[in-house]
């Protein structure tokens, strides 16, 4: 059984940085697509970045230009390097990722506030 591990949230102030880890850890085949979810309060989880297998980068409009997202096969891990933070940022992030056969597999959260 893959279980997701997430790491690197807290408390920072606005235009503050934080990086989010993630790393898989079990019997692991092979890991696809890697993504970051969040969700603020009661809403749904919206995606903000994935990267593809091949290491393409996709980014949801709000984190453009201040998030990076990048992975690493070999520690079978994700990362979110969060850069000018803002207090709108403020949610539980969430690592998400896509194993062969249609498994799909989510981390348990970790919280991320902005705040002065």
């Known amino acids: 059984q893959v279980q997701l591990v997430e790491s690197g949230g807290g408390w920072v102030q606005p235009g503050g940085s934080l990086r989010l880890s993630c790393a898989a850890s079990?019997?692991?085949?092979?890991?696809?697509?890697m993504r970051w979810y969040r969700r603020h309060s009661e809403n749904e989880r919206e995606l903000v970045a994935l990267?593809?297998?091949?290491?393409?980068?996709v980014y949801e409009s709000s984190a453009e230009g201040r998030f990076t997202i990048s992975r690493d096969d070999a520690k079978n891990s994700v990362y979110l390097q969060m850069n000018s933070l803002k207090p709108e940022d403020t949610a539980v992030y969430y690592c998400?990722?896509?194993?062969?056969?249609?498994?799909?597999?989510w981390g348990q959260g970790t919280q991320v506030t902005v705040s002065s």
């Open positions: 998400n990722v896509d194993l062969p056969g249609g498994v799909e597999v």
């Open positions: 079990g019997s692991i085949p092979r890991v696809l697509d």
């Open positions: 990267i593809t297998t091949a290491g393409n980068p």
